[in-house]
């Protein structure tokens, strides 16, 4: 099989297409930001789409069946405390009749949720590519224009990596001494650190 060609869309886009660059699959369709980031040059057709799910905790996998079991077999391998189910589609030929999907057999969903520990390691892979706090995915759910705004400071002062990488979003950065001493993360981020339990729905296993 050839390597899926993926289209990715979200806020975990720069991780997950660095993620999935470094695994040579082919990143098809990227926005403008995303194709200026990785110097993207080519067009591909997608046959694997994955965006944001609806309380970006996770993403949904969608596409031709052994692409995208391949997108979400190499994602377990890499996070261990991923979390997988597969979505079951509707009845393909009733739902063509009455025009209300276009999906055709041969097709596979999947809902991914990322825990603690998956969004720490995507953190990790979109800091090899662009300026990024720390717990960056977990706080971009919470309240995304502050990390914005932290991370636009980071690139403009790399002088400032280690204070600002560190410090929790009730805490302006641009009125912060950088002499002082990091402090502990948000509340919001330090109560996500524990193991999350795996569903009982889990249909999907490593």
Sequence with gaps: MSKPKVMIRGIYTTALTKFFADRGYLIAQPSAATAERFNLNKVHERNVAIVDRPDKQGVTVEGEAEPAE??????????????????????????QRSGKFSLQTGFLSFDVEFPYGSKIFLDSVRSQVAATINNHHLLKIIDPETVDVYETLLRSEPERNEDLKSRPKETDPRETDSRKKPTDPPHEARRFNHKTERSKNTEFHR
């Design 70 to 95: 391949s997108v979400v077999l190499v994602l377990l391998k890499a996070l261990p405390d991923m979390i997988v189910r597969e979505i079951t589609l509707p009845n393909f030929l009733e739902e």
